[in-house]
Structure formats: structure tokens, C-alpha cells
């Protein structure tokens, strides 16, 4: 769809005649190469990167140093282009590493700095870059010599570009990068290694950086430092949130609209900064979504009311297909300390396949904290997880998928912005095969994954009963719906073992009988459950092995019979 | 050179410990980082100018009008860019709207005001020596704010309401604790210590719309090494951050000087990305 | 129907048919006509805010004056000047949008600046590759090329002649030998520090300081230091910045620092002046200077300068706060353009070669001369250096010792 309203506007401009207004184009097509990728970055993977226009910068610098032949031997401006390509993928690397390590703020604050010290690097070192005189820019031969050739150049480069975005935004890449965005920790929990993804996505926006700066320079016939402001970094990253995160034919659009918007207003040119900064704050004030979100006319179709889960537990073979192989999970007398406050004390409990092991106990015990240990959030300061015997790595949640090892979490974890389908998708981001390349390219691979990913997302939402609400937004659903999706997208890792965080917390009567039924039919197919919760009736009826925490430290544990009966459990938790 | 490097590094200093100072009043009362922090820290020079300078008036209504037009643009950023975004779920709006605000407030300056640097008058009629007022006075404020915030929080009722709500919000609501108002005060009072800042560096930093994002950064690098929260440490961190950068200044020349505190920054951020004197962050899952 | 009927709508006919082509033909003789009341227009790039607009405001003043001084007279054989103005903001980028826009939509017949090197670098190559006649007064050298910029023309001096003068006070009139050369971070300062150190130490000069300071930066006191300890006689800036060049002056007094400032003309604008703590600070302040626009030794200018700022005087226009330079060379761009259209019209390559024989034309800024070698038409020795606090009514006094 993008590149459609691209290639339909692109090629109609020139019939205009005008050829400022192929100035302008030419402008917005540079500026778009450069915000497609930063899109990622900022619409996508969520991190503030304000500074980007340091990027453009050295990709500028680099591409008409290459071309000047006065530093260096003289390079043919594509090589040149290449070349600042590859410098900023790396320099781009370097400006987003920060974000695995710092906070939202903090890192907004070290890409502001790297964008001065550019600048400030570039009026210093005279004899590469001229200083406050510049340098040319690079020329490119003939047919893009001549303005409307080199128009099309920029355009084509940016309808490639678009096209590439736009696969890996639809691609289980461009969905992990929103679970980074919206909900890490489920993110991790289904294997999806921050690190790694935003290292991707840093390299590649990095080197859309440097084409764009590249031709920037070009279009300039001459840059110098000053050409590089602030407002220019402002400028791109308003273009996206005005877009709206997670699309890319919002901000598409937002960058056309703030290059041409000072065109068609000239007195409010001196005004244009101050102009998106307050459209800036309209926007997250009553559209936080963005234009994206103002074009969405799918999600405000209203949805049926009083809807029921079904369950289809029968069903729980299709997305089990083999049985799960016996396996035993070990949690070998674990302390876990948060500052002065002891959350689990000496814990020893043991999940086999095939088992609902519950685990119940007052507010405060450490049940959560126990499933948070095993899933990898904390590393106990005493003790272990074992699987099969061999110790599970702590402070490694992302390492849990591979050991089929899924859970749920007590406050539903989902993207709120996306799909019902490509949340449960999610899940199963461990499985894909094709890698970043082949999605950006859309190679054959790429679209296997995609349909035997679908196929088995639906599947999966069938199996919880859901599958009528697949193509709505995850935020306009229930509470007790969200709570099956989540269980839905850990069936997608085909899980050895379960762990389910309060699962029936907020549901009817009536839904947690159903619950009950499928948590049994899952166990049937060879998986462990853990299941804490708080609705006795449930643990009782369905759980083969109950242990009941107190204070950090089991204070029973045995068959449901035996818990129920048992005094101190009924004098601490249960009640008469 | 060596009192140079001194009396202008601790000046700096102090004026970068201020806008720490006005980050941790704002983060202790609603956990938002604000863009505005500095831009407020330029107003404090800027409106100090075209009140004393332009206008013509005495130097203690345009001092006193100062810091009462910081305490207005606080409550401001308070209603208009930080209590919308608090009731949403997504907590990173609040960088946005801030900084949305904060540009708003740089534009409007650079095209009322002037793009150029302008002067700033002379606060108090004494003459100059080598231990100059412009390098005293934002020291003065500095030393003023820290025993005033001191006085406040473990003396005054409101001041300990203020920790209340820094410490657990939802708690202190549940005592009947007034927090929209609480945190609008907050904002307010961030605003003075703000405008303190920038009307007692006036003459040293000049009048200039571009001081602005200089605070911003500068200020908060003392927040970000001196952990947040810690108005010691960010006094500790502004004025270390000070000496440095004058020293570099005076030793290797201007340029490299913004390149070796960027470095620094970065490298201990890095290292301890809660800051030398911060606590760990909060539980996660 | 009958013959007679026929030749009568024959006749009648033509008459309409020569009628028609009779009219055809007026209107066709007429159309030029209306063509030539279409007004001129030239594109004017001034940077009138920003960090270097000190120099577009005062230009602008000049060059507004005598657009309408050309236009109350009738304009160009009755067509009047229209000048379409855009403000560069100092900005090469939007220097570059601005100057595209006036050339390629509004297909301007003559470009009147940058008014500044940093944009200029940026806008003459685009002006040039869309064949329309440039006239600017900046002053980086690289900024005329017979070759490269063949329709680009400069009614003011060079780096090399500005430099020139100033290096030959210092190191000849006030024999000191050790220089510090300061400016700031923009195009045109970078260029001049570039050009004029080699200068220097070509006449032997030591060079004991050269460095840049951005010009936002309130605090020129460590570079300063560094001058100082390294043994300099004389500080020479260059910049357009009157708050740069403010500090400098400012920080020289309060370091109890007495050595020359020689430099850059914005030295001594009304606009530095204004931000100058004590009026004292400005003494030993020489900036560079145009011989017509100074005072000579019985205290007068020359006659057409007089004339000049009576005539700025009754159009009310502000001297105090700028130069009389820009204002007397913003006046004199207009009238060498209406001059060039006039004898030559609106074509680009009669526009140059028209300019191309100008020779000692009278302006109230300077003799200006071309050849179709020299682009640039200053003469070497209408540079100067004055004295900044002797500014009167836009205007100076030599600097001591300044022979010429």
C-alpha cells in the first residue's frame, strides 16, 4: 500500500511541470530513505533515537569526501554511496548500542549528544571535511545528472527501500521489534533476544542513514556543517510519531507533509520548527497513534458484544502434534532475596510431564517469584532450576523458549496495538527459519514461515476458542479473552512445560470450568504444568500434585486430597 | 589560567547542579523525566534580560517576576504535558510530550526573542575583581536551593508530603494525600529552582534561546552520573562536570572539550547505567 | 443561392477575415508591448535572522531604498523592479531551497546575493548550473570562477584584499610580529582563517594562536588565556557575529589585556557596540573599513558618501545600529543591475557581457570595474583600517599610523 501511494505520486509529479517542485520531491524522497529506516528504530523497536540526524551527517561527508578525491583516491559516487552505506551501518551500531543498557530518557539524551559531537568533529577536522568552508558534494553521472534523472534516482531508491521496510515490518521481525517495544518480558519469554534484534535493526537503519546522506549531499551540490541542525533530527522523528509507530505508510506520509508544509507557507517557514512541535504534542496528546491510527478503519468496525470463550480442548492435538517426550523440571532448594526481603526460602518442587502440579499460597509467598526464577527474570542466590538434570542458565528468560519452556503472566503481557493473530504469532518466533535478509528481500523462505506461522497461530486461537477475533486489535479485547490469547501464544512453542500465572483471575464461573478443561487436555499431550492460582475450586479439581508456599517456604505438599485435609494449610491459607 | 579554570568551572557548575536539581524535583513527584528542565533554566536568563534590560525594571520585580513566571511554565508543563500521559498505559509518551513542549518553548523564544545572544544585566552595583559576581551568584543560588530543599523536606509539612509521594504514590493517595496538587506544587517549585539557575548565570551565559538544549544535556549528565533521585549527587556530579569541562576547555580548546565530557558521559553511563550513587532499578516482572 | 449573395458574404468575408488578421496583427505587435510592462524581477537572498544577519539587515536597507528610488523614477524604460525577497535565515540549506525556488518557479532575471560566503558556497553553483546572472558581496575567494561561474559577479573585495589589509597594518604600520587569528565556526570564518594565516607568515609574522570559537559560545575567556600564554601583540577575529566579536572585546578589557583588535568590519557595527559593557572597551579596536566611506583627516567624507547619508537621512533610515558600508553597497547592487538590463536587457549572456565592460563605475560603496578575466571588481586600494570608536553616523576615521 505504500509503495503504491509512492510510486503513483512519485511518477505524477514530474507532470507538473514544475521543477522546484521536483526539488521538493527529490528533498522528500531523501529525507523518506532515511526515516524508513529510522522507522524501525524509533516507530518499531520504540527507542528514542533523536540524534538521528548525525548519521546523515557522516553519510554527507562520507560519500562527498569519497568523490572529492582530495583525501582519499577518487571513487565513482556509487562506490562513494556504498561506502557511507557501510560507515553508518556501523556508526549506527555504535549510536543505538547505548539502548540495551540504559533507560528511555537516558538514551534519548546519549543520541542528542552524538548528533553535536558530529557536528563539532566535522567543523574540526579541517582537512577531511574543509570545516566551516564544506566541501561539494558528490555529482552523479549521467542520466541521474540532470534534476529530474537524479528525482527518479532518489525515487527509486526510496520505493526499493519502502519495499523492504514494509517485509520486514510484515515479517516475525518487524512483530518482535513491537514486542520489544510494548511487552519485553513476554517478548523474552518467547524467545526473543533484544540484543540481537535492535544490534539488526541498528546496522540496517544506520546504512539507510548513509544513502540518504549520500544523496542529501548531491541534492545540495554543497554541504557544511551548519547545514545539519537540530531541527533536522526533530524534523524526522516527528515525521514518524505524526506518522504513527508500528506503520510505515503513516510516517510515508508524515515526512511528505512536514518537507512540502514550509513550501506551501512561506512566512511559516521561520515558524515550521515550532509548528511540529506543537502538531507533536496534539498528536500524543488526543492521537497517539498517529495518522496510522487515524486510518485505521478496520479496528473501528464495533465488535460483537457479549461474547463467549470456547474452548475447543479436542483440538489441542493439532498444535501438539507429537506428544511431548517425559521430561522432569526441578527446582533444587532456590533462595531468592530482593534486597532485604527473602521471596523464596529453600524451595524444592518437581513439574513431571503429563502433570498439573499446583502451587497456592497467600498473597506475598513467592509464587510468582518461584515461576519468575524458573522463566530466567532472576537468578537465585541459592540453588537451582534443573531440566532433566541439567542445570537451566539464570538472568537468561530469552533461553527459555529453546527449552520449550512457556508461561503466562499474572497481568496480560500483549501488544496492545497489534492483531490478535500476531500476538499469538509471537509465540512462535523461535521456529522461523528464514533470516533477516530473506524477510527484507521477501524470499521464498520468508513467505514459508509466514504460512506455516499463520496456519498454526489459528490453530492455536481455535484451540482457546478465539479465532473470530484474530484480525481485531489486541487492546479492544476482554480481560478473560486476553488471558486465553496469552495461553494460545505459549501453545505456539509447543511447550514441554507450562507455567501459568493466575490464569483464572477476572474470569466467570463458567470460563474457568473451561479452562480447567483445556489445562487438562494440554496435560494429556505430554506437558507439565505449573498453575498457580488463587481459585481453590480449580486447583482441586484439576491438579495431580498441590504445593502450598507460605512466607517463602513450602509448608505442605502432596495430592489435593491430602492439601485440603491438611491443618496448617487450612489455618494459613484455606480457612475452615 | 588555574583561577580561570576555577572560579568559571564551579560557576558552570553550580548552574548545571540547579538543572540536575530541577530533573530530581520533577522525577520525585510524578517519575517522568522532562524535557523542559533546561529550556526553563534559558527562560531564567532570557526573561530576566527582557524584564531588567528591555522593559526597564528594577532588578528585584524582574527577579521576582523570574522566578514567578518559572513557577507558572512548571505548572504548565505539569497540566499540559505530564498528567495527560501518567493515566496512559504506554510510559514512554511522556518523552514526547515533553519534548514537544520543551522544542515549543525554544522556537518561540528564538523568534520573539532573538537567535543571537543577548546581554544580561548587572545584578548587584559592585565592581568587578577576580572573584566576579557572575561566577558567585549561580553558586549562591546553588548553596540557597540545597539548604532550602533540605529545610523543606525535613522541616516543613509540605516538603514531607512532597517525599510521600516520591516514595510511594499510591500510598500516600491512600493517606489523603492531595497528589495532583502535591504534584503540580512540585512542578512550580522545579520551575523557580530552574529559573534561579538561569537568571543567576545570566550574565556569565548571556541571554541566548540556544542555552536551552546546552542545560538540558549539561544538566542532566550530573542526574545521570549522580543517579537519579539524588540531589547530592547530581551537586556532586554538576560541579565535578564543571571543572572538567572548563579544564578541557582551557587545556585542549573548545571544540574537544564537548567531545571528552560526551565521552566520559557516556563511558560511565555505560559502566553504571544507575548512576555512581543510584539504586538498582525496580523490579521488572 | 445565387452568385450575387455568395460574392457579398465573400466580400464581407475578407472584410471580417482582414479585419481579424489586421487585429491579429496589433495584438501581435501589442503583445510585446504588454510583455515589456511585465516588472524585472530579481531574486534577493539576504539573511535577515540568524547567527549572520547583521550583515543582510544592514544590505537590506541600502538595496530597499534604491529599489524604490529606480522605481519612483519610472523604473527600466517603464518596467518597474520587483524584488523577490527570501530570507536565508544564515542557513546554506534553506539558502539552497530559496535560491532553486526564485530561479526554476519564479524564473527570476537577475540574483541578487547570498549575502553571506557560507550560503553563497552553497547557492552559487545551483544559480550558475540554471544560467542566471549573479551579483554578491561575499567575500571567500573561491566564490568568483570565470570558468566554473561564468554569469557570477562580485561588487565587493575579496579574502585575499580584506586580509591583505588588515595583515599589512598589523605587521607593517603597527610592527608587531606575533598574531593571534581567531574566528568563528561558520564558512566565512573558517575561509578566512585558512586564507589569512599562510598570508602572515609569508610576511614573516609568528602565528602563535589560530583557532575557531562556535559563535554561541559565552565563554571566549580559556581561548583567550591561550593567546595570551602564548606571547600574542595583536588579536585578529573574523566573523560577522556582533556578539562573538562583542565577547572578544569585552573579556580583552576585563583580563586587563591591552593589545589591538584587528579585524573583521563588524567590529565595529552598531551592533557590537551595543553589546560592549563600557563604551572604553572599544578603544583599540581597528576594523577594516572602504576608503569612501570614511572620514578623512579634516574630519569629511568624500562628496557622493555625503550625499549618500543626506540621503539615507531624509528616508529615515537607522545608522546606528549597522554599518554605512552595507547600506551604501546594498544601494549600489540594484543600480548596477538596472544599469546592466537597461543598456543590455533581460538576456543572461547580455547581462554579463554588459557587466563584463564595466569599468570605474561610481558607487557610494566603491569604483567598481570587471573585465571578463576579473570577476571580482573591488580596487586593492579602497581597503582600509579604522578606528571602531570613532563611529559617526555610520561612519570612521583612519586608523593611527594608517598611511593608506
Redesign the interface.
Known amino acids: 500500500m505504500p509503495i503504491l501511494v509512492l510510486l503513483v505520486a512519485g511518477c505524477a509529479l514530474p507532470l507538473l511541470g ?3 517542485m521536483g ?1 521538493i520531491g527529490t ?1 522528500a524522497c531523501i529525507y523518506w530513505v532515511l526515516v524508513a529506516g529510522l522507522n524501525l528504530v524509533v516507530g518499531f523497536a520504540g527507542q528514542i533515537a533523536i540524534g538521528w540526524v548525525a548519521l546523515l551527517t557522516l553519510g554527507a561527508y562520507v560519500t562527498a569526501v569519497f568523490t572529492a578525491g582530495t583525501v582519499v583516491p577518487e571513487q565513482s559516487p556509487y562506490v562513494a554511496l556504498v561506502l557511507a552505506a557501510v560507515l553508518c551501518a556501523v556508526f549506527g551500531l555504535i549510536v543505538g548500542l547505548p539502548a540495551l543498557r540504559l533507560r528511555t530518557f537516558y538514551f534519548a539524551m546519549t543520541t542528542l549528544g552524538f548528533a553535536t559531537i558530529v557536528t563539532q568533529i566535522a ?2 577536522w ?1 582537512s577531511v571535511t ?5 566541501v ?1 558534494g558528490p555529482v552523479f553521472p549521467w542520466p541521474f545528472d540532470s534534476p529530474w534523472g537524479f528525482y527518479f534516482f532518489c525515487l527509486g531508491l526510496a520505493i526499493v527501500f519502502t519495499w523492504m521496510t514494509t517485509n520486514v515490518a510484515a515479517s516475525r521481525f518487524g512483530r518482535s521489534l513491537v514486542a520489544i517495544r510494548d511487552a519485553e518480558v513476554a517478548a523474552e519469554s518467547v524467545g526473543i533476544s533484544k540484543p540481537a534484534l535492535l544490534v539488526t535493526i541498528f546496522l540496517f537503519s544506520g546504512a539507510l542513514a548513509g544513502i540518504a546522506g549520500g544523496l542529501f549531499a548531491s ?9 545539519f ?1 537540530f531541527d533536522l533530527s526533530v524534523l524526522f522523528f516527528i515525521a514518524i510519531l505524526i506518522g504513527g509507530r508500528g506503520s510505515i505508510l503513516g510516517p510515508l506520509l508524515g515526512t511528505i507533509i512536514l518537507t512540502a508544509l514550509p ?1 506551501f507557507a ?1 512566512p511559516l ?2 515558524w515550521s520548527t515550532f509548528l511540529y512541535a506543537a502538531l507533536l504534542l496534539v498528536i500524543v496528546l488526543v492521537v497517539p497513534g498517529g495518522i496510522a491510527e487515524l486510518l485505521d478503519f478496520k479496528n473501528r468496525r464495533p465488535l460483537e458484544q457479549h461474547r463467549q470463550i470456547r474452548p475447543r480442548p479436542d483440538l489441542v492435538s493439532s498444535v501438539i502434534a507429537d506428544a511431548r517426550p517425559s521430561s522432569v523440571l526441578v527446582v533444587d532448594n532456590v533462595s531468592l532475596a530482593f534486597g532485604g526481603v527473602r521471596a523464596i526460602d529453600g524451595l524444592s518442587l518437581e513439574v513431571r510431564s503429563g502433570e498439573v502440579h499446583g502451587l497456592i499460597g497467600p498473597n506475598g509467598s513467592g509464587k510468582t517469584t518461584t515461576l519468575n526464577a524458573i522463566s530466567g527474570y532472576y537468578a537465585p542466590q541459592q540453588g537451582q532450576i534443573l531440566l532433566d538434570g541439567k542445570a537451566l542458565p539464570p538472568r537468561a528468560p530469552h533461553g527459555r523458549a529453546a527449552y520449550r519452556i512457556a508461561r503466562t503472566f499474572q497481568t496480560p503481557r500483549l501488544v496492545g496495538e497489534e492483531s490478535v493473530l500476531e500476538n499469538v504469532m509471537l509465540g512462535g518466533t523461535t521456529d522461523g527459519r528464514s533470516s533477516f535478509v530473506e524477510a527484507m528481500l521477501a524470499l521464498p523462505r520468508h513467505h514459508g514461515d509466514e504460512k506455516v506461522l499463520t496456519e498454526a497461530a489459528m490453530t492455536a486461537l481455535a484451540v482457546v476458542g478465539l479465532e473470530q477475533l484474530a484480525p481485531v486489535r489486541a487492546d479492544r479485547l476482554q480481560h478473560s479473552e486476553l488471558r486465553f490469547v496469552e495461553i494460545a501464544r505459549a501453545l505456539m512453542l509447543r511447550p514441554s512445560f507450562l507455567l501459568l500465572d493466575e490464569p483464572a483471575a477476572g474470569l466467570s464461573a463458567e470460563e474457568i470450568k473451561r479452562l480447567g478443561d483445556l489445562i487438562v487436555a494440554i496435560s494429556r499431550r505430554g506437558t507439565g504444568v505449573l498453575l498457580v492460582e488463587h481459585h481453590a475450586d480449580l486447583i482441586f479439581d484439576i491438579c495431580d500434585r498441590v504445593t502450598v508456599l507460605n512466607l517463602g517456604k513450602e509448608l505442605a505438599s502432596g495430592t489435593p486430597a491430602e492439601i485440603r485435609a491438611h491443618q496448617e494449610v487450612i489455618n494459613a491459607y484455606l480457612g475452615a | ?1 588555574l583561577e ?1 579554570i576555577i572560579s ?1 568551572g564551579l560557576a558552570l557548575g553550580a548552574v548545571y547542579a540547579l538543572i540536575g536539581i530541577t530533573y530530581n524535583v520533577m522525577f520525585a513527584a510524578s517519575r517522568v523525566f522532562s524535557f523542559t528542565a533546561g529550556m526553563v533554566g534559558m527562560l531564567g536568563g532570557v526573561l530576566g534580560a527582557l524584564f531588567i534590560n528591555r522593559m526597564g525594571m528594577p532588578v528585584i520585580v524582574g527577579f521576582v517576576l523570574t522566578l514567578a513566571s518559572g513557577a507558572v511554565i512548571g505548572i504548565v508543563t505539569e497540566i499540559l504535558t505530564v498528567r495527560p500521559v501518567l493515566k496512559s498505559l504506554d510510559q514512554h509518551l511522556y518523552v514526547l510530550s515533553t519534548l514537544a513542549f520543551a522544542l515549543m518553548i525554544q522556537q518561540l523564544t528564538a523568534i520573539e526573542w532573538s ?5 544580561f544585566p ?1 545584578l548587584l552595583p559592585i565592581g ?1 575583581g577576580i572573584f566576579d559576581q557572575q561566577f558567585w551568584l549561580p553558586m549562591l543560588a546553588c548553596a540557597l536551593v540545597i539548604f532550602g530543599l533540605e529545610w523543606l523536606y525535613r522541616r516543613t509539612l509540605i516538603g514531607r508530603a512532597f517525599l510521600a509521594i516520591a516514595e510511594d504514590s499510591y500510598a500516600a493517595r491512600a493517606l489523603g494525600l492531595p497528589e495532583q496538587r502535591l504534584r503540580m506544587a512540585s512542578y512550580a517549585l522545579a520551575g523557580v529552582i530552574a529559573t534561579l539557575a538561569g537568571f543567576s548565570s545570566g550574565e ?3 541571554a ?1 534561546f ?2 536551552g538544549p546546552l542545560l538540558n544535556f549539561y544538566g542532566f549528565v550530573p542526574v545521570a552520573l549522580g543517579g537519579m533521585g539524588s540531589n547530592r549527587g547530581a551537586v556532586v556530579g554538576g560541579i565535578a562536570l564543571g571543572l572538567f569541562q ?1 579544564s578541557a ?2 587545556l585542549v ?3 574537544f572539550a564537548s567531545v571528552a565530557v560526551f565521552v566520559v558521559f557516556i563511558i560511565v553511563l555505560l559502566a553504571r547505567p544507575e548512576g555512581l550513587a543510584g539504586a538498582a532499578t525496580a523490579r521488572r516482572v | 443561392m445565387s452568385p450575387t449573395r455568395r460574392r457579398a458574404i465573400t466580400r464581407r468575408q475578407a472584410l471580417a477575415g482582414a479585419g481579424a488578421s489586421a487585429a491579429a496583427l496589433a495584438a501581435g505587435v501589442c503583445r510585446p508591448a504588454i510583455a515589456q510592462s511585465e516588472p524585472i524581477r530579481i531574486g534577493y537572498l539576504p539573511a535577515l ?3 549572520s ?1 547583521s550583515t543582510g539587515i544592514g544590505i537590506n536597507r541600502g538595496t530597499e531604498l534604491a529599489v524604490k528610488e529606480i522605481n519612483a523614477a519610472g523604473g527600466i524604460k517603464g518596467r518597474q523592479l520587483e524584488l523577490i525577497v ?2 536565508t ?6 539558502a ?2 530559496a535560491s ?2 526564485l530561479t ?2 519564479h524564473k527570476v532575471h537577475v540574483m541578487w546575493g547570498p549575502l553571506n560566503s ?1 550560503e553563497a ?2 547557492a552559487t ?2 544559480i550558475a548550473r540554471d544560467g542566471v546572472p549573479q551579483m554578491h558581496p561575499c567575500w ?1 575567494d573561491a566564490l568568483t570562477d570565470v570558468k566554473k561561474y561564468p554569469l557570477c559577479f562580485r561588487n565587493a573585495p575579496t579574502n585575499q584584499q580584506i586580509g591583505g589589509a588588515a595583515n599589512h597594518y598589523v605587521f607593517n604600520v603597527l610592527k608587531l610580529k606575533k598574531v593571534a587569528v581567531v ?9 578566512s582563517l ?1 586564507a589569512y594565516v599562510p598570508m602572515l607568515k609569508a610576511m614573516g609574522a609568528e602565528v602563535v594562536y589560530e ?4 559563535a ?4 571566549v ?3 583567550m ?2 593567546m595570551q ?1 602564548g606571547g600574542a601583540q595583536a588579536i585578529m577575529p573574523w566573523s560577522v ?3 562573538f566579536l562583542s565577547r572578544l572585546i569585552n573579556t580583552r578589557s ?1 583580563m586587563n589585556w591591552d593589545v589591538p583588535i584587528v579585524g573583521q568590519t563588524t567590529l565595529g557595527s552598531g551592533q557590537t557596540q551595543a ?1 560592549l ?1 563600557k563604551p572604553e572597551y572599544w578603544e583599540k579596536v581597528y576594523p577594516n573599513n572602504f576608503r569612501n566611506c570614511c572620514y578623512n583627516e579634516a574630519g569629511a567624507l568624500p562628496p557622493r558618501t555625503r550625499e549618500f547619508v543626506e540621503r539615507i537621512r531624509k528616508a529615515n533610515i537607522e545608522m546606528s545600529d549597522t554599518l554605512l558600508w552595507w547600506i551604501a553597497l546594498g544601494y549600489d547592487a540594484p543600480r548596477l543591475i538596472a544599469e546592466a538590463i537597461k543598456e543590455a536587457g533581460t538576456e543572461p549572456q547580455a547581462i554579463a557581457a554588459y557587466w563584463n565592460k564595466v569599468n570605474n563605475w561610481p558607487g557610494v560603496y566603491a569604483t567598481i570595474t570587471f573585465t571578463p578575466e576579473q570577476h571580482n571588481g573591488f580596487h586593492d586600494n579602497e581597503v582600509v583600517m579604522c578606528r571602531a570608536n570613532s563611529l559617526k553616523d555610520g561612519a570612521f576615521t583612519l586608523a593611527p599610523g594608517y598611511a593608506g
Open positions: 514544475d521543477s522546484y526539488v528533498r567543523l574540526a579541517k574543509g570545516g566551516g568552508i564544506g561539494p541534492l545540495q551540490s554543497y554541504i557544511t556543517p551548519d547545514a541542525t513550501e512561506a517557514v521561520a | 589560567m580561570s568559571h537567535t543571537e545572544p543577548q546581554p548587572r568587578r556569565m551565559m548571556l541566548y540556544g542555552n572548563q576547555s582551557v580548546g573548545g571544540i | 535572522t540568524g547567527p544577519s527570501r530570507d535565515q544564515s542557513d546554506p540549506t534553506k539552497v531551497n532553486t525556488e526554476r518557479r557560507g558556497l552553497a553553483p545551483l571567500v574566528s568563528d565556526t561558520t564558512g566565512y570564518g573558517t575561509a585558512t583557532g575557531t570559537i562556535e554561541s559560545n559565552p565563554d575567556k580559556p581561548e588565556l591561550r600564554s557575529n556582533a556578539g576585563e553589546l559593557k
